[in-house]
């Protein structure tokens, strides 16, 4: 049967329908492709895979990278496991508690990450939402004027592993400069590329004044006129490009379980301006 892609009622995203994420021909690859540069996030429901089906189905976007920690609770290398699930007090995922600021993933390395499908076992019965904005949009949207004061900016960008929050940033911890607007190699078009939780300052200005640039961009790009919101279900993959999202979670119980496992997918080079 063919798929059908359905743009979502929101900014950005549409969803995947008739797809058994296990069983994907080329063609579907070609059209999952096709509607991942389209509509920036793709939602696909009841989808109950095992860690290598979702490492076979990420294979769709690019080439596969690895996690940084294997978890106990997948131990394979290219399966991330994000969840609060505790044994002896010890987290068995990464990102395990609740709120995260607006980031792109791995954007204070040379080369980010392209995509990542992040698939739902256990959610909390309230909160835990993914939030995705449209930096294509964001940037889009831009008064001209701000636009032009982005031409040639680069911004350095922070990491420390498992921050959520910017007051979490670590100076010495691995940091990446990028430009403030990449354009998508496939598309042409041009994306916001700063973040609230990671991005530090912009190159060669004034402090102050880079604060208050980065400030009034993020709060221009995490306007709810650019954000879809994600309320998880069991077996729901959410899918987005790094490149022209970025997204956030809203809080949730720490008394609640929340397991998701997530494949992330490389790019072929670093952001270009
Ligand atoms: C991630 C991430 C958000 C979530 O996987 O990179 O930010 O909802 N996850 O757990
Ligand atoms: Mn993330």
Redesign the pocket.
Known sequence: MAITVKPLDAPLGAEIIGLDARNITPEDSKTIFDAFLKHHILVLHDQHLTDAELVEFGKCLGPIEKSRFISPLSGRDDI?V?SNIREDGKPMG??PDGE?SF?F?RIHQKQPCRA?A?MAIEIPKEG???LFSNMVLAYATLPEETKQKLVGKTALNRFTYGATAPDMRDNAGPQCVHPVARTIPQTGEKSLYVCRLMTDHIEGMDPDESRKLIDELCDHAEDPRFVYAHQ?KVGDIVVWDNRATM???TDFSETER?L?K?VTIGDDQPPIP
């Open positions: 991330m994000i990464q990102l995260m980031h993933d990542a992040l835990g939402d993914t998880w997204h956030a979670r929340r998701m997530r």
